[in-house]
């Protein structure tokens, strides 16, 4: 080596490497791999199905992060909650819209209403089984001015595999591959001003601005965050306020998305009918808003009464609402299970083709405690595992540090 | 500067501005990859690796396309906006550089031709002492500094378009290239540096 150098030409000849074509081609394909599964930055493919089904705004994920949590609600519940309640053997059979009404009966004495410069904590967890299992922890602090702080952290629930030498999220194409030593982790935090429905996502240490999109939908872009308070409580004036709402964010989602994306375009609502996003929005609101005892239990009336108001889609049956009788969550909690469907007679959207029902979830309540305890998505169909988002613990609080 | 001339036909021939404004096809980014991967991956794998690299140069283009809206289309080419993903990117991977700047120097996979000149084994270990040397000094910098001398020395960039990589004004980046300059100066050994690198 000359020993003559500048430092710049010290450091090329020391550190500088030559791409190969092997390099090239491998880099274009994992990109033309991320933007086909609609990733965009700082999300995984597995927290943007998530969200596109549970449709929280920026759900989130575990590992010792899920035990952490697993043990705080065992403190933070009240102890109703891990008996099931007395009700249950009751309910067990009765109707879903019992149910529903019980559950909102005792939902107007379960949370306290959220004040002036509190915030309500919800701490949730979500898994994903099969093909990139995953879970994520997610804990949120939702003022009722709209500002907002979203922690979430995924962890594959299985240790990842090598691939070309690096350690990548396990997924069906390489589960032959060996196995890494560690599990694929990520954190991402999404703060929300007071008024604005623009969330700042940050992650891998790069912050960007997430507005209203048609890609990811959830109950902030339905209902802005400092506009549920203005929500009314009464059942029949709800399930207006909802429908209005909802028409107009629909008719933002069902744009055409850009050259790349599929489908093209989400007819989903089109399909399903609107009040599916009535539906959706709703149960959202009940897993993380700041809603007052009197709307929570409104938007529990509401959807007992579901299969009178609901209108169906272009291509879709009346919604039905099955009691599943006595359930555990994945915390091993008590609750009833109702099954929601919406079945559709002809499919064009992206997720029928996958052989999906996007209007199948179930919600696992717990009447006596007036708590939603789990939902369950079946976004690859009734009978495939369902994504679960299992409410561990929800309180309000006056600050974001805990 | 580093950034490759557009051809004069064809959609090849449009600028990155262009390109990214009207960018709705897996086409149109694969004029802008073509463009810049390679300025773009040895940036990247010089400071953390080839095999980590691949991950954040894909990263860097699926952010560079999903964020198309926020290039300012009055810079001409796209590959200081790039680099700048990248080394945001890269400041999540810190611990991976510091890994990479402490590996053995003799260890490094460089790829291309073997150099002819290091045939001889003593010729091979004095190589190999300068490598830790200049890597030992390059981590030492603080990490503003190695963020602006890293981007220079590797694609080339200076002035008002190093300031666009790092996201500051083209006089805080030059003032960033020469403290660096100076830490570097200060504690690699005087053997390896130009007698004339003063006048630079």
Known sequence: MNQHRTPETLVRETLEVEPSAADRGAVWQSIVERLGEGEAPGRTPTLELVRRHLRLPRLAAVGLAALAATLAAVALLPAGDERGGSQAPLLATASAAEVLNATATSARSALPAVGPGEYLFTRASSAIRGEGASTVGIESWTATDGSARIVERERSSRPGRHVRGRCVEPTRSNRRAKRCTRYISQVTTTSYRAGSDIGVVAANGVETRMPPPQLSPNWRYVVPGDDVVRMPAERDALLASLRARAERAARVYQRPRPKGYFPRVDRTYELSGRDLLVVETATDLLVEAPLSPGQRAGMLSMLADAPDWYQPGASAEPIQIRNLGQTKDALGRNGIALKFTIELTSGETGDEARGASPGTFDLVLNPEAGRLLETRSYEHGPAAEPVLLTVVAQRVVDSTDG | ?200
Not at chain 2, 48 to 70: K, L, P
Not at chain 2, 90 to 108: C, K, N, V
Not at chain 2, 180 to 199: F, M, N, Q, V, Y
Request: net charge positive.
């Open chain 2, 1 to 200: 500067m580093a950034c490759p001339p557009a051809p004069e036909h064809g959609e090849r021939a449009r600028s990155d501005g262009q390109l990214l404004a009207e960018l709705d096809s897996n086409s149109g980014l694969r004029v802008l990859y073509e463009r810049h991967f390679e300025h773009l991956f040895r940036y990247v794998a010089a400071r953390i690796g080839r095999q980590a690299a691949e991950d954040v140069v894909a990263e860097t283009f699926v952010i560079a396309f999903t964020r198309r809206s926020a290039f300012d289309p009055s810079h001409a080419c796209a590959l200081p906006w790039l680099i700048g993903i990248a080394t945001n990117l890269l400041r999540s991977r810190w611990r991976a550089e510091r890994r990479h700047l402490a590996t053995d120097p003799g260890r490094i996979e460089r790829g291309g031709a073997p150099d002819p000149a290091l045939d001889d084994t003593i010729a091979r270990a004095d190589a190999a002492s300068a490598r830790g040397a200049v890597m030992r000094a390059v981590k030492r910098l603080r990490p503003s500094e190695r963020d602006a001398f890293l981007v220079h020395a590797l694609v080339g960039l200076e002035g008002a378009e190093l300031g666009v990589a790092l996201g500051v004004s083209p006089s805080a980046a030059s003032v960033r290239l020469h403290r660096a300059r100076i830490r570097l100066r200060a504690t690699l050994p005087s053997t390896l540096l130009s007698h004339d690198e003063d006048r630079e």
